[in-house]
Structures are given as C-alpha cells and as structure tokens.
C-alpha cells in the first residue's frame, strides 16, 4: 500500500466497514452515524477505458492490469463478478480464463467516470438498493489543470450506525418486475431491497408513483420545444418533487431545481429564479458536495439571477417560486 493509500483507508475506516452480508457477498455498512450531504468516499481511478476502443475489450483489460502496482492488482482481482461464460474455468491458471475473470469484473463493477468507464474498488462494495432504499450517490469530477478526476460518494439521507450504504445501479423509476429484471441480467441477483420487498400492494402504488415520476419528467422536456408554458413547467417540477417526498425518492433534485431556475430565468422570472437555484445549491450540496462545480454555478445565479445564460429568453411571465416557501 502506498503513503496516500494508507490515508485513505485510515480514512474510510472511520466511516464504514467491508463486511460480508448474507446472499450480498460483501457490502459496506456504517460504523457511525452519517450526516445527510457527508462525503464518504473519494477515490481516483485504478484505470479507465475511453468509449472508443481498438482492441478486444479482454485485451484492453489484461493491458491496464499490467500497469498497476501489486496492491491495486490484487484489490482488482478481490472484486466480485457475475456472468462468467460458461467455458471459463476461473481455476485453470490459463492466461486466457483469468482475462475473461478480469473481463467479467470489469463489467460487475466499473461506473461511468467521464466519458469513459472507470473500476473504483473502494466503491465497488456498495450494493444496489431502489427507489427510497438507496441512501448514498457516487458523482465523477473532472481533473483540472492536469490532475487526475476523482469519484465522490455523498449520503443523500442520514445513516444510521449499523445501516447498509447502498447506491443504486440504474433508473429506478421503473416498475419492479422490470428493475428486477434488469438486475437479475445485468448484475446477476434478484433484488430483495426494501422497495423490491414491499408487499403486493404497496408495491403497486410505489411503481405508480415512480412511473408517475417519469412520465413528469418527459412532460418537462416538452417546455423546451414550448409545448407548454413556463407555469406548466415549473409546475411538473413541484409535481415531481411531491411525489419524490411521497415515494422517498430524493436524488436528482439539485438537477431538478436547476431546471426550473433556468425556466424561470428564461421567463425573466426574477425571484422564482432565486428560489429555485438556493434549492439547488441546497440538493447539489448534497448529492454532489457543497464543494462541486456545480453548487458554485448555480450560486452564482442565486448572486445574479440575470446573468443566468437563459435570462429572458422566452416572453415575460410569473413561474412560481417552490411550494414550500408558501406554506
Ligand atoms: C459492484 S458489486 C457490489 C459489491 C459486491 N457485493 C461484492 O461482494 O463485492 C455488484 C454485485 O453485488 C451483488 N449485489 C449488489 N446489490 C445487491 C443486492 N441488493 N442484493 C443482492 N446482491 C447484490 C451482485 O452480485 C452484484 O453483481
């Protein structure tokens, strides 16, 4: 382990533990309680593969091996994976089996850093939960001035000492028969999470909600080719987010409101602007660090509302500003 590395698990050691969780394999869970927005992880890269490759995808992993320290090799090589082909024998020894084990790591554990798909092995123990059971983000920040990019994982919610961390793999505004499906194909487990848990009924109302969700999301896209008006639109975010607040599910919600401050900008909606961008440097600040480019964006519209690039785009109208300033 190098100096740096050392830090980082000293670090993390405070925060979480690697355990082994029954029909999980490992997962990490909290050994203090968590404040919502902390940082949990920061990890650099051990290799990233770019979207566009020129050799096999066995060949392009088997190469980034070989240029890893022992350490990072073997922290690799600890990763779990799912969906080995049938003729691989992951014990024979032969270089051409342990390419495809390294292949199938790759696709069980890397994440989108980027334009390209990174293996972070630290936050490679975080399991899948749905909807209201995940509990923690991860987000890629590029580096600057030539310095390497960093992945960051924040709480979205509180945890608990002894609670699991757990992330989520897809768009899980999707009913469960297909979130499990997706799983059980691409990732290989049948999800068990709270969600994925609930009993037929209440199973029944949470996809309604979440599909609900997603059909707003579509309807708000629509304002761009103005479909609808500036009212509608920020009104199908309040939508949203009532709904977010009924289902549990909270992330996106800094994107959500940066959206709406620039409808609101558009319409040269002075304070709804205002109001929408404080919201999302709060929700950014969470899911993203109050440390992100994108909290420091989006406070300079909270500063200048009219200096927003979309300022008076669209005709003059009063949006509204988010509901819960007018309880
Ligand atoms: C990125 S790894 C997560 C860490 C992994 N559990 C380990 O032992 O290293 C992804 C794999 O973890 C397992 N996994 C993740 N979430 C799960 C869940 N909610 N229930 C059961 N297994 C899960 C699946 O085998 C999946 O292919």
New binding site residues.
């Given amino acids: 382990m190098t100096p740096e590395e050392n830090v980082i698990w000293k670090r993390d050691a405070g925060i979480f533990e690697v355990r082994d969780?029954p029909?999980?394999?490992?997962?990490m869970v909290a050994i203090r309680d968590i404040k919502q927005g902390e940082l949990i992880i920061r990890e650099t890269p051990l290799f990233i593969v770019p979207p566009q490759i020129s050799v096999s995808p066995t060949t392009l992993i088997a190469q980034n091996l070989l240029r890893l320290t022992p350490y990072q090799r073997s922290a690799f090589l600890n990763?779990?994976?799912?969906n080995l082909p049938p003729h691989v024998d992951p014990d024979s020894g032969l270089e051409k089996d342990l390419n495809e084990v390294a292949l199938a790591i790759f696709q069980?554990?890397a994440v989108s850093a980027g334009e390209g798909v990174g293996i972070f092995p630290r936050m490679?123990?975080?399991?899948?939960?749905c909807s209201r059971a995940f509990n923690s983000v991860y987000s890629w920040r590029e580096g600057k001035d030539g310095q390497e990019g960093v992945l960051v994982v924040h709480a979205l919610k509180e945890i608990k000492k002894g609670e699991e961390l757990?992330t989520t793999?897809m768009n899980t505004k999707q009913p469960r028969t297909q979130r499990r499906d997706y799983?059980n194909h691409q990732?290989?487990?049948?999800?068990?999470?709270s969600v994925c848990s609930l009993p037929d009924s209440e199973s029944q109302a949470s996809d309604r909600r979440l599909s609900t969700m997603s059909n707003l999301y579509s309807r708000f896209s629509t304002w761009s080719s103005g479909s609808i008006s500036g009212v509608e639109a920020v009104e199908t975010v309040q939508d949203i987010w009532d709904l977010g607040n009924e289902e549990g599910y909270w992330s996106e919600r800094g994107q959500l409101a940066s959206d709406a401050a620039y409808v609101a900008a558009a319409h040269s909606d002075l304070t709804a602007t205002q109001e929408w961008a404080r919201l999302a440097v709060e929700w950014f600040g969470i899911e993203l660090g109050s440390d992100s480019e994108q909290v420091r964006r989006i406070e300079e519209v909270v500063n200048q509302p009219r200096s927003h690039a979309a300022w008076g785009t669209r005709k003059a109208e009063k949006v509204g500003v988010p509901r819960r300033l007018l309880k």
Avoid: D, E, I, M
Avoid at 79 to 82: K, T
Avoid at 124 to 129: C, D, I, S, V, Y
């Fill in positions: 969780l029909g999980k394999g490992k997962g990763l779990s994976y799912v069980t554990n490679a123990r975080l399991n899948h939960g757990l793999y799983l990732y290989g487990f049948q999800c068990t999470c």
